[in-house]
């Protein structure tokens, strides 16, 4: 039999998973304590902030006291790295290898599971995006190498070498379309502005994609006349 407190953390970690269907940050091997302490430290992250998070505000919400909390993570900076390294693992162990076969088809396949993140576990794909600046530098140096950008680019240097992706256009202008585009569709998505779920405007999103990265974009008739 397990302790009180293992207990209480058990029984709301069952709460949380009935709102959301996959919790991409949840490890199953982790304590009940631990595991509880995570969840509810995303959910406060998310709505108030880290800097506006309290360990006490972290514990009262994991059903845990603070000294539960501190066996696990020694603070709040050390929690959020956990959940920052985990997520990212997460997801970028998701994204598909990239290899000589049609851009477009990679393309969709990498577009693909982001939105699938989107549905997943939103709330984590968002933290990952606005604590990127503070957490990544901590990271290893041998997972910083298999970051995002260098996902994209990779796949960038397959559409240029098939002539798909405009070879003249800065790369890092083209990364940073895509990469924005992601980024503000999970906003969206957050603030219901765009309809759940993600996945569904897969087509829309790859399309729209492709024409900005193409090296010859559809022009209308009144850009024709603008660049004569």
Partial sequence: MG???????????????QDTPCRTYLDPDDAPGKRAIVAAALELFASKGIEGTSVRAIGAAAGL??????????????????LFERIFRRFRGSLPAVNESPFADQLRATLAAYLRFFDEDLQ??????????????????????????????ALMDVGVAQSVVDANEDPKLLLAAV??????????????????????????????????????????????????
Avoid: Y
């Fill in 3 to 17: 302790s009180l407190t293992e207990k209480l953390a058990t029984a709301n970690m069952s709460s949380m998973k």
């Fill in 65 to 82: 006291t603070n000294p539960a909390l501190f066996r696990h993570f020694s603070g709040k900076e050390a929690l959020g790295l956990h």
């Fill in 124 to 153: 984590a794909a968002l933290f990952l995006q606005e604590t990127l600046r503070r957490f990544w530098p901590q990271l290893p140096a041998t997972l910083r190498r298999q970051s995002l950008i260098a996902h994209f680019r």
């Fill in 179 to 228: 990469l924005g585009l992601l980024g503000q569709f999970a906003r969206q998505l957050n603030f219901n502005e765009i309809p759940s779920p993600a996945i569904s405007h897969l087509d829309a999103v790859h399309r729209l994609v492709l024409r900005s990265l193409s090296a010859q974009p559809a022009m209308s008739p009144s850009l024709r006349r603008a660049t004569r």
